[in-house]
């Protein structure tokens, strides 16, 4: 999900793992919005030719490899026309390849393909001597037909403006700002209903006959996990090797999803809190519902007056990011809350900064609008506005600290006309799937992962008793063992609680 404003504020519910924003600037330095088709034969107009359809791969970026695939617009009307949609592929070298492994970081819209042009930190030697790393934007993500709603100039008003009303006054305004949000939306997008992640899975298989795989290899971690989902109900078939880390539990409702996640943040506050009363540096008190007071009292300082660029929302937003890694993310933030404090706002800024995309130039993705866009296809909420305030309540008394600011998340959806999202139904997949899921995980909380253990139901779940978003690559080697035999060796996980 995205961010706090009032046009996605579900922004914790399944954000992109912590790798992406440690490479996403580097690479989208390096990466164009240039489509890779050098020349394609006509377009397809039957489904079987989508799918009968070569890539043509170019040498990209020294190690990498680039091409554009052909998927439809709409797959219940092929002559609605045809979507580009940007591959990556870091291929291996080694003739005895296993197939390619298709990655997604999340979002929703989170680049696949900037995922994939990290394969050297996401995985071991091993793992890439053995499969070809593939990552797609999918649609409306990235290079892939963007969705595009917001200027710059926008996005920076949208991320900083108020996404906790607290009277009929302010409540007013996030009613008009989030129906201008969908109306830029279906102003400047063409086909804006086709842009589900249940059509983004139905892409992704046939990518996976482009690159000559009879079974799907996939990593799919946080919002990923729910494209894994589908994609399995879809061809269940033909799912090979996947792992799904840091889950999403789709069986349960806007309202549950929502409370879970913000729960789970206050939850991952709680031992952050925890953790810092042991260190020297610790900028905070040592009584958890205390210092939930003393940063509900920066906030609400910086509701009446924002320092510099710094508001409210922006604050919350930071805070949120470190908290999805314990490792770096929990020092900056102790750095961060103590110059705050100081009236310094610059550490808490260049943590939502991250978080966003935003840099000196400008905004580098276009989560914001995407994932805005596609979780309203994916998840729309049938509650009214008049039931949001009710529950708002609930939010606020059992999460007090990131409660107020999600209770609305479903409300840009209320402008927003879409079809009956896709019901997900208990499914047996050819292969076992592996569930990853990290019981301190603040944005896709543990009780998902077993939740969607109980769905897809031959699946393995792997308990990681730890904090932060997502296990695998966290130098768990309970967890990343475990899953590097069941890629290399198509081994089934045995150990399922690691620590």
Known sequence: MQTFSTESLKVFRTRASKITVAVTVFALALFSTVSYIQSRPEIPTTLAAYYAQELQWKSCFENYQCTDLLVPIDYTELKTGTFNISVLKYPTTNKKKLGSLIVNPGGPGGSGVDYAYAAEYLFNPAILEAYDIVGFDPRGVGRSEPIICLNDKELD??????????????????????????????????????????????????????????????????????????????????????????????????FQQGLTQAVGFDKAFAAFVTDCAKRSDCPLTKDNAA?????????????????????????????????????????????????????????????????????????????????????????????????????AKVFAKQAPLFGPYLAYSGLVCEYFETAKATEVIPTKTANPIVIIGTTGDPATPYEWAQG????????????????????????????????????????????TTCS
Not at 466 to 480: P, R
Not at 485 to 494: A, C, G, I, M, S
């Open 452 to 495: 969607l253990n109980k769905i897809l139901t031959n699946s393995v779940l792997i308990s990681l008793t730890g904090d932060g978003h997502t296990g695998q690559g966290q130098g768990n080697e309970c967890v990343d063992g475990q899953v590097d035999d069941f890629y290399l060796e198509n081994k089934t996980p045995t150990r």
């Open 157 to 254: 008003a949208n991320y900083a403006s108020d996404s906790k009303p607290d009277n009929e006054q302010e409540f007013a305004q996030t009613l008009i700002e989030s129906k201008k949000f969908i109306q830029q939306c279906q102003e400047k997008n063409k086909y804006l209903t086709s842009f589900s992640t249940a059509n983004a899975a139905r892409d992704m298989d046939i990518l996976r006959q482009a690159v000559g795989d009879k079974q799907l290899n996939y990593m799919g971690k946080s919002y990923g996990t729910f494209l894994g989902t589908l994609y399995a109900q879809f061809f269940p078939e033909k799912v090979g090797r996947m792992v799904l880390d840091g889950a999403v539990d789709p069986s349960i409702s806007n």
């Open 291 to 391: 210092a939930i007071d003393e940063m509900k009292k920066i906030l609400s300082q910086l509701e009446k007056k924002p320092n510099a660029r710094l508001s409210e929302s922006l604050a919350l937003l930071g805070t949120a990011s470190a908290l999805y890694d314990s490792a770096t993310g929990w020092p900056k933030l102790r750095v961060a809350v103590k110059a705050v404090k100081l009236g310094k706002a610059e550490r808490l800024l260049k943590l939502a900064d991250g978080y966003t995309g935003r840099t000196k130039d400008g905004y580098t993705t276009n989560e914001f609008d995407s994932g805005a866009i596609i979780d309203c296809l994916d998840f729309a909420d049938n509650r009214s506005v008049e039931q949001m305030k009710v529950d």
